[in-house]
């Protein structure tokens, strides 16, 4: 927990940079377009990023058992390596977000909502670099054991968004009011700053001078970067597949008009908010996993992981509890229009139900990472997202026509298998690992 807490709050307060966007856009005069547009362009926002998180987060690990095995240096030379990757990567995600419309148009959501949700993606393509700086630095520091910076920037973002969101949604002080789009260009800035001061952080404390990380500039070393490549991919595309999942609900959902768009951005919102706490407990998992094993001590591994999914237990069942027993306090922080309001309130029903799965399948999966065991659990979120969640959400959203609550019966279907299978191979491999003696 004194790994974990930095993390959970800077990861609760970074996401509060998206609640603070979703219950100011609410307060907008076309609030259920504008809604709607963040829910629809921060889909496609959030699929490529997930993708970048996912491959940088090979960055904890790796930092982790070079720590656990006395090799700063190593750690450091890795980590810019992995800058190379950055740099490719935030430039697919510039290209990605500036053509995000043709997605829209593809999915055929409604054409109220396209137009407000292009100029979002094209304000927060602006921003694309400096997120995926931030997360390779911030992996970096959580490998090292310290998780701080990741609560220092968490807050730093959410108090500076207020105000620039203030200024460009509503056309504040002499500034145009561009509404949602003004939303896309704050988060933006508020990246750029975040980056700013997370690299004065790293280069000025004591606690990065066994690590050299900034002492020079590398040229790209293949092996490394292969090696973190084999590590972070399969872990990109377990967390682009679980992503994917909830990024194709909402444009799914999406294509059945604004009040249902607006009503599950609501809903989904807030459980990502709670969502939060696995989340950040999963890196700290990452981190004393990865340690004990560059230690060689597999008990120590097996009991961290051991932990970790207790510990998210207890979590899960408060965020549970708060939906059950408070979803109409909830979803009025969000908005007043009633039909949304209804919608909203019944969703978070189904958000409660999924707390335990989601929370176990993440801290398993971050136990798994720990370990660099992460080939065989991607093929297992392929079959738990898209072969069970999101063919069985599917089918009941438009074929038994059950609308938006078909596609959350599906996501607690893939979120349920994906625990089971993650919890049983972090098991087994842990297991293995004690028999042969690491």
Not at 81 to 104: C, D, P
Request: net charge positive; hydrophobic share 55%.
């Amino acid at each position: 927990m004194q790994l974990a807490l930095p993390v959970i709050i800077g990861q609760v307060t970074g996401f509060g940079m998206n609640f603070v966007d979703t219950v100011m856009a609410g307060r907008l005069d076309d609030e259920e377009i504008a809604l709607a547009a963040l829910g629809t362009g921060g889909a496609i926002w959030s699929s490529v990023l997930m993708f970048v998180l996912g491959t940088l987060m090979a960055i904890q690990p790796t930092v982790a058992q070079y720590d656990g095995a006395g090799r700063p240096l190593d750690a450091g030379a890795a980590t810019r390596q992995a800058l190379w990757i950055v740099l490719l990567y935030a430039a697919v995600f510039i290209v990605v977000l500036n053509t995000g419309v043709y997605f829209l148009y593809w999915f055929k959501i409604d054409q109220q909502i396209i137009p407000t949700a292009a100029g979002y993606l094209a304000a927060l393509s602006w921003g694309a670099p400096a997120v995926c700086l931030v997360f390779a630095l911030r992996f970096f520091s959580e490998g090292t054991g310290n998780t701080k910076p990741t609560m220092y920037i968490g807050f730093l973002g959410v108090m500076l968004n207020i105000p620039m969101n203030y200024l460009l949604m509503y056309g504040k002080l002499g500034f145009p009011a561009l509404g949602a789009v003004g939303c896309g260009y704050a988060t933006s800035i508020v990246l750029w700053v975040q980056l700013l001061v997370l690299l004065i952080y790293l280069t000025r404390h004591s606690h990065y001078r066994p690590y050299a990380l900034f002492a020079r500039w590398d040229g790209p070393d293949w092996q490394r970067i292969g090696d973190l490549l084999k590590v972070g991919l399969p872990i990109a595309v377990m967390i682009f597949v679980e992503g994917s999942l909830f990024v194709a609900a909402a444009l799914f959902i999406g294509k059945l008009g604004t009040v249902p768009a607006a009503a599950h951005l609501v809903a989904i919102n807030f459980a990502a908010l709670t969502f939060m706490i696995p989340l950040g407990l999963s890196s700290a998992i990452t981190v004393r996993v990865g340690n004990a094993v560059g230690r060689r001590d597999p008990v120590a591994a097996r009991y961290a992981g051991r932990i970790g999914l207790l510990i998210v237990l207890g979590f899960q069942s408060l965020s549970a509890g708060a939906m059950l027993l408070f979803p109409e306090h909830i979803v009025a922080l969000y908005t007043d229009e009633a039909a949304v309001a209804g919608l909203a309130v019944h969703l978070l029903l189904f958000a409660a139900i999924f707390q335990f799965s989601d929370g176990i399948q993440v801290c398993s999966a971050g136990a798994l990472r720990g370990l660099k065991d992460t080939r065989v659990p991607m093929f297992y979120t392929i079959i738990a997202y898209w072969a069970v969640g999101m063919t069985l959400g599917y089918y009941l959203t438009f074929n038994l026509e059950q609308g938006p609550k078909g596609m959350w019966i599906g996501m607690i279907a893939g979120l349920t298998v994906a625990a089971i299978l993650l919890t049983g191979r972090f098991w087994r491999s842990s297991r293995r690992l004690i028999e042969i003696g690491l």
